[in-house]
């Protein structure tokens, strides 16, 4: 139905900034989301942004993270900037469509990418 393929990880001194992408392919999901896992936590929800354009962030990043969508390029992003060395985690691209046939619908996960923020 979809795959998701996470890209612009890295490492990235405090302070600094980074944009993840996450390219989809198939079918058009109704809400993409970064969630971001740290060793010895939870995964936790980072960004959300439905096909209207909502969007909802994780207080711990808000004012410093912005998600968007290219829908012409099926592609949702993360811009990050002001990063923090709590911030370092695998981020994960998330893909979820609604639909009144069980079948149809989906919740996909990328493979995740490393985010390392350090001096």
């Known amino acids: 139905q979809v795959q998701l393929v996470e890209s612009g990880g890295g490492l990235v001194q405090p302070g600094g900034s980074l944009r993840l992408s996450c390219a989809v392919s198939?079918?058009?999901?109704?809400?993409m989301g970064w969630y971001r896992q740290a060793p010895g936590k939870e995964r936790e929800l980072v960004a959300v942004?439905?096909?209207?354009?909502?969007?909802i962030y994780a207080d711990s990043v808000k004012g410093r993270f912005t998600i968007s969508r290219d829908n012409a390029k099926n592609t949702v992003y993360l811009q990050m900037n002001s990063l923090k060395p709590e911030d370092t985690a695998v981020y994960y691209c998330?893909?979820?469509?609604?639909?009144?046939?069980?079948?149809?619908?989906?919740?996909?996960w990328g493979q995740g990418t490393q985010v390392t923020v350090s001096s």
């Open positions: 998330n893909a979820q469509r609604s639909s009144t046939i069980p079948a149809f619908a989906y919740d996909v």
């Open positions: 942004i439905r096909s209207g354009g909502t969007t």
């Open positions: 198939g079918s058009i999901p109704n809400a």
